[in-house]
């Protein structure tokens, strides 16, 4: 099936420990994201590739280190894990938008994390 | 700079009751509007899209919404509420070209009350 998977869907650690999160696309699409979703529900953007070229990067701890081998992968790495890393990361991915228009995101199943 | 406001956190209707999502928004340049659905356990899927070429958009499983310039609203409804319809809803704004960001709104809880 063509879509945005990630993995693992669940991921439980221990505060001080890291750990990464693995996202793939089969859509074509040229720029991934990654997006933090709190206990709220509320959905705030962390960084963004356009063909493995780091284009947003938000005001992120540098304990969160995003990778993109290529423009169908995009990785995200973290060091010594906090409580308050604790949320649910969905990875998601579109065509990059030429001037005159804008493209949808397509979102991954998301990852939940828990720090214990 | 943009934002969306939405109205209602929780919203509950009974089975086959109009919904109606309320949806502000504030851009500086010409808006792009989506309406994003989240189930439990699920990542988000696009319900339907604004991008200027009509301002009524229809978009799946029966949901539309209009686009007010005057009142700076796109606020979703659907004409009878299904159970399946429970879920988050999400509206998001980006604009045109370039490096998109799309700022997405708190989100509203649907309840549908049989």
Redesign the interface.
């Known amino acids: 099936d063509t879509a945005?998977s990630q993995t693992p869907k669940y991921l439980v650690t221990q505060m001080g420990n890291d750990k990464s999160i693995k996202c793939e696309q089969n859509l074509g699409h040229d720029t991934m994201y990654w997006y933090k979703q709190d206990s709220?529900?509320?959905?705030k953007?962390m960084f963004?590739y356009?063909n493995k070229e780091l284009?947003?990067n938000e005001t992120v701890p540098n304990r969160f280190s995003p990778k993109s081998p290529d423009k169908a992968h995009l990785n995200l790495h973290i060091n010594s894990l906090e409580l308050g890393d604790s949320a649910v990361y969905?990875c998601?991915s579109s065509l990059f938008?030429?001037?005159?228009?804008?493209?949808?995101?397509?979102?991954?199943?998301?990852t939940r994390l828990t720090v214990t | 700079a943009q934002s969306v406001t939405q109205l209602g956190s929780h919203v509950s209707v009974s089975e086959g009751a109009l919904v109606l999502l309320r949806c502000n928004y504030s851009s500086s340049v010409p808006p792009?509007l989506?309406w994003?659905v989240?189930y439990p356990?699920?990542?988000?899927?696009?319900l339907l899209?604004y991008?200027s070429a009509a301002t009524l958009v229809k978009g799946i499983n029966g949901f539309e919404a209009e686009f007010k310039k005057s009142e700076t609203s796109f606020h979703l409804t659907k004409p009878s509420a299904h159970m399946s319809d429970a879920a988050?809803y999400?509206c998001a704004v980006?604009?045109?070209?370039?490096?998109?960001?799309?700022t997405?709104g708190?989100?509203t809880?649907l309840q549908v009350i049989p």
């Open positions: 945005v709220k529900k509320f959905l953007i963004s356009n284009i947003i969905f998601a938008a030429a001037s005159g228009k804008s493209y949808e995101q397509y979102f991954g199943p998301g | 792009y989506f994003y989240q356990n699920q990542g988000l899927q696009l899209k991008t988050e999400f980006s604009h045109s070209g370039g490096y998109q960001k799309v997405f708190t989100g809880k």
